[in-house]
């Protein structure tokens, strides 16, 4: 049984710096393709960031240079996947999502439907 949860979540003020963490746990494949997603009030759930098997990573044009995604493979279906957040705008403020079970090939880590397993977010407050 698949369960991912995140936290970490919080209200800043702009420039301020939040990091998201994401416990997987049941997740006993090859972890192929995890990612953070955002949803802000009454918007689409959009792709911010991803993480691929290999080790490589994807962001979103808006969080390039500030945020940062990571992954802390403890051990095989235990993980914790995290988001490094600095200087962040009002603009970044949304429901946070941790996915896993995806597609990272190209610009398919951004699409919603190819993630499988999802938690319930966090919210990201900045002001």
């Known amino acids: 049984h698949v369960q991912l949860v995140e936290s970490g979540g919080g209200s800043v003020q702009t420039g301020g710096t939040l990091r998201l963490s994401c416990s997987v746990s049941?997740?006993?494949?090859?972890?192929?393709?995890m990612g953070w997603f955002r949803q802000a009030p009454g918007k689409e759930r959009v792709g911010v960031a991803a993480?691929?098997?290999?080790?490589?990573?994807?962001?979103?044009h808006s969080v390039q240079g500030r945020f940062t995604i990571s992954l802390d493979k403890a051990k095989e279906g235990n993980s914790t996947l995290y988001l490094q957040m600095d200087n962040l705008k009002p603009e970044d403020t949304a429901r946070y999502y941790c996915?896993?079970?995806?597609?990272?090939?190209?610009?398919?880590?951004?699409?919603?439907?190819?993630?499988?397993?999802w938690g319930k977010g966090t919210q990201v407050t900045v002001s």
């Open positions: 049941g997740y006993a494949e090859n972890w192929w393709c």
């Open positions: 993480f691929d098997a290999d080790g490589t990573t994807s962001y979103a």
């Open positions: 996915a896993a079970h995806g597609v990272c090939t190209g610009d398919n880590w951004k699409v919603v439907k190819y993630f499988t397993y």
